[in-house]
Structures are given as structure tokens and as C-alpha cells.
């Protein structure tokens, strides 16, 4: 695993930096007042959907071509994190409108991107992803989903029926990319199939919100197809390719999913910086006994080798490198475990007080759990690293 002889892992340069600032700023002032009545009324967060759409950190992914701004991987991730850093349901905005439009963009022909990618760029419309389901999580080739063509109407359309489980963000978005069996008698994984599939088309339906420990503010729900009929424009790729379209997409998107782990612990380390320079104890500040200083050191030297690993993943996403796969789910894996180990050191800082939440610790705990899970449990992404290795 090398990078590429041409260019460096990646470098941070002005036009980063600059989105860095107006990110952290509008994070302060327009999400971060709202995060904890969001996690506690688990609602959407509508403040921060808003204050993204009007800064355009929305969708920052979608090229020029589209009306987006075209911000690179990079630049992707540090929205991610710094939306993260304030509140993890909303980071899930840009994050998922990431995830649900990239088998476009990686697969979809130019009339299909700029149908839907032009409105997504626009902020009018939001995009999610369905692949898991409820006995195909981590056996994605396994899924149930059906998609059988029909020519009776003359326009090759294509009806859907089955469900998909864990779906981030449904019921809010408007569309959503789901994978499907179209050949049931098939090669195993080169049978499947992906679709655009709109929320105002006919027998598409949701389950009932998953009640969960964190990302409360970001609703989790069942996507449920009864004899939808999808016209055949709305196929992405060649039928059979939907699966290949599928984990190329988490290829970059697991990515994304690394940035938000780091948003997450940046924000507690803030926290807990903040307070032990203030709690009192045995007549002098917390910060000055060593043990504490050795678990800041130990916090902030994981953090920071978290996000040195997802910016080069990041940079091997925008360039396309071979080595992408083992990155991103290195980049992912590592940072979510560095996640959670640092907020649970941020509660433990905290003491009875990072239990309550009158702080934000113990919600930045809870939401660091699912960056271990989602986008491929952690134990999927070392099979993949495996994989990867043992290919030479």
C-alpha cells in the first residue's frame, strides 16, 4: 500500500482552510445552539438542513456541471467534521447526501445526473441510500429486494418490491438509491441492480422511526416497495452492475464516515479541555495533575493520526487511487474506534458531571457508537483490509 508516485497524500491549502473557518462558524452560531433540543426531542435538524442549503455545504460533493461547487474529497470531509464537531445528526446532511447520490455520479449516464443531481446541488431536494436489509447487512449479495422488468406499458419499467432496513435520513429525502435483484436465477452479486427511486412514487412507503441511542436527530427508517413502478430511465448503470456501483460507492463514502468520527471526538477533546481547566480540585486546577495531562495527550495523539488517515483516504478518493479500498476502510475503521475511545475518555474527564447532560459528552458518546457500525461494521472493514492485502 503506496501512494501515488505523482502526487503527495494530500495537501491542505487555502481554499480548505478558508471552508474550515466558515464551516466552524456557522456551526457555532446556526447548529451547535440547536444540538442538544435535537438529540433530546430526536427531531430533524432543521436549523442546520436550512443554514446548509444557504451556505452551500449542503451537498458540496456535486461538480460545477451540476450547480454544485464542486468542493473535492477533501474539502468534503472537513465539512463532515466540522458539522460533526457541533452536532453529528446534522453532519449526516451532507454526509448522506454524499452517499445516496455517489452511484450516480460513479454509474449514472448524463441525463440521470443532471435530472437529479442539479436539484440536490440547489439544496431543493436531498438523496439517501438503500442497500441493507434487515437478514442483508453485511451480506449485501444476499438482499431480497425485487426488481422485475415490465414491458406492458411500452417504457421497459421496472416494478420494485421488498424493503430496506436502516435507511438514514428517510422520509426526509426525496430520493433514494436502492439496490435490487433484477436476475433471481443469476451469478450471485452480478444479479443485482440500482434505481433511483422518488418518495412521491406509488406503493413506496416507510416504517416507523428506530428509536436509537444516538444520531437521534437523524431518522432511521424501513423503505418499504409494493409493486412500485420505476420507469426505465431511472435504472443507474447497466442492469447487473448495481452491486459494483454499490461498494465502489462506500469505497469514497466510508470516507466521509472517518471525517465524521473525528467531528465527533474533536468536539469532545474541545469539552473536555474547556472544563478541566476550570474544575477545581485539591486547591488547584484538574489540568495540573499529570494523570489527567496523560489522558489529553493520549486523546489528542489518536485524534490527530485519525484525521491524518482520513485526509489521505480522502485524497486517494478524489484521485481514484488503486489502493482506495484497503484507505478508506482503514480511514473509517480507525478514526470510529478512536471515536469512541475519546469521548468515553471525555466523560470519564468530566467525572459525574460528562454523565449528565448538562453536558454534551455523554451525546457525543452515544453518537460515536454508530461510526463503528454503519457503512460496514468495523469488523467488515478489516475483512476488506485483509482482502486488499492478501491480493498483493
Known sequence: MTASSDFPLFQINEDHEAIREAVRDLAAAKIAPFAAAVDEEARYPQEAHDALVASDFFAPHVGEEYGGVGADALATCIVIEEVARACASSSLIPAVNKLGSMPVILGGNEEIKRK??????????????????????????????????????????????????????????????????????????????????????????????????????????????????????????????????????????????????????????????AYVKERKQFGKNIAEFQGIQFMLADMAMELEAARQMVYVAAAKSERGDADLSFFGAAAKCFASDVAMKVTTDAVQLLGGAGYTRDFPLERMMRDAKITQIYEGTNQVQRIVMARQLLKG
Open 116 to 273: 437529479y443531481l442539479t436539484p440536490l446541488a440547489a439544496g431543493e431536494t436531498s438523496f439517501s441510500y438503500g442497500l441493507s436489509e434487515r437478514e442483508a447487512g453485511s451480506d449485501t449479495a444476499s438482499m431480497k429486494c425485487r426488481a422485475k422488468l415490465d414491458k406492458s406499458a411500452g417504457d421497459d419499467s421496472w416494478v420494485l418490491n421488498g424493503q430496506k432496513s436502516w435507511i438514514t435520513n428517510a422520509g426526509v429525502s426525496d430520493y433514494y438509491t436502492v439496490l435490487a435483484v433484477t436476475d433471481p436465477d443469476g451469478t450471485r452479486g452480478n444479479n443485482i441492480s440500482a434505481f433511483v427511486v422518488e418518495k412521491s412514487d406509488e406503493g413506496f412507503t416507510f416504517g416507523e422511526k428506530e428509536r436509537k441511542l444516538g444520531i437521534k436527530g437523524s431518522p432511521t427508517r424501513e423503505l418499504i416497495f409494493d409493486n412500485v413502478r420505476i420507469p426505465g430511465d431511472r435504472i443507474i448503470g447497466a442492469p447487473g452492475e448495481g452491486l459494483k456501483i454499490a461498494l465502489r460507492t462506500l469505497d469514497h463514502t466510508r470516507v466521509t464516515i472517518g471525517a465524521q468520527a473525528v467531528g465527533i471526538a474533536q468536539g469532545a477533546l474541545d469539552h473536555a479541555l
